[in-house]
């Protein structure tokens, strides 16, 4: 079975700059997630696609950062523009059910300079 | 909130010792999960209990959970030089959304 693909892995941009990322789930999860993680931290929950609705987007900065999963399969995050603050690990992960355990991709390093 | 807290924060051992680390959490929970997180193979889940699961067993793994102290525990026997990671317990409430804390270091020497 074939995990979560993320890409690019690596990334470094300016400020002021905007990126996107990348992520293609495991065939068959319909729920979807985008985490940041801050060097030394957890991993904190951005946004949670069930199919091609958002369940959860709370901690999602609005104003520069977007998501989208058109079809209800892959998705994609964007910052625009980019903070020094959001350099981190972008990971995505999917889980059959909702609530249930989930798989996690490689992650998506940023550094913004 | 939500969130789990490991304690403790850093451990480190030799090869062949258990290690156990601790999580609390303060709402009431659906389900509480482990994961473990290591360069090489990046966040992977461990096990998964459910709120009226008091333990669950996984080779050489094993979680228990006190829902009346909001607490879980999870125990690695016979470590291994390749169970060196950080370990994050994830709380799932009411929304199934999971909170990771900060998590525990463990170190493990051959």
């Not at chain 1, 892995?9 to 985008?34: D, M």
């Not at chain 1, 901690?59 to 625009?80: C, H, M, N, Y």
């Not at chain 2, 659906?30 to 209990?49: A, C, E, F």
């Amino acid at each position: 079975e074939a995990g979560v693909a993320q890409s690019p892995r690596y990334k470094i941009i300016e400020k002021r700059q905007s990126v996107a990322f990348w992520c293609n789930p495991i065939s068959g999860h319909a729920t979807l997630y985008w985490y940041q993680q801050i060097l030394g931290q957890g991993p904190k929950l951005l946004i949670q696609f069930q199919n091609n609705g958002v369940v959860d987007d709370s901690q999602l900065p609005k104003d520069r950062f977007s998501a989208e999963r058109l079809k209800g399969v892959d998705s994609t995050l964007k910052i625009q523009p980019a903070k020094l603050e959001d350099s981190a690990v972008y990971l995505c992960a999917s889980s059959y059910l909702q609530g249930g355990e989930q798989y996690f991709g490689p992650g998506t390093r940023l550094t913004v300079t | 909130s939500q969130q789990g807290e490991e304690d403790p924060q850093a451990l480190s051992i030799q090869e062949g010792e258990n290690a156990t680390m601790n999580c609390s959490y303060k709402t009431s929970i659906n389900n509480l999960q482990w994961y473990r997180q290591n360069s090489g193979r990046g966040l992977v889940h461990l096990i998964l209990i459910r709120s009226n699961e008091r333990e669950k067993h996984s080779g050489r793994l094993r979680v228990t959970l006190d829902t009346s102290k909001k607490s879980s525990s999870l125990l690695i026997t016979a470590s291994r030089a390749a169970d060196t990671a950080s370990y994050f317990c994830a709380p799932a409430g009411g929304t199934d959304k999971l909170i990771f804390g900060t998590g525990t270091r463990l170190q493990v020497f051959p």
